[in-house]
């Protein structure tokens, strides 16, 4: 009997370890595109501000690259 629950509560500490870890995983993940896009969004800022501040000169050396 005591070796039933045993196995038993093992089986529901593994189970719960496996979601627990998973959720984990899921979190960051999040954090890591949460992240990701913020930085992207700085260094976007950032360049539309610097063209802004900058004027024609910016916009020029932009279309001679391409």
């Known amino acids: ?7 038993l509560l093992s089986n ?3 189970g719960l370890d496996f979601r627990f870890s998973l959720d984990i995983g899921v979190l960051i993940s999040f954090l890591v ?3 990701v896009g913020t930085i992207t969004i700085l ?3 950032h360049f539309v501000f610097r063209k802004e501040n900058r004027g024609e ?3 020029g050396s932009m279309s001679l690259e391409a």
């Open 1 to 7: 009997m005591s070796g039933g629950s045993q196995t």
């Open 12 to 14: 529901l500490y593994s």
């Open 33 to 35: 595109c949460f992240v």
């Open 43 to 45: 260094i976007m800022e």
């Open 57 to 59: 000169k910016y916009t």
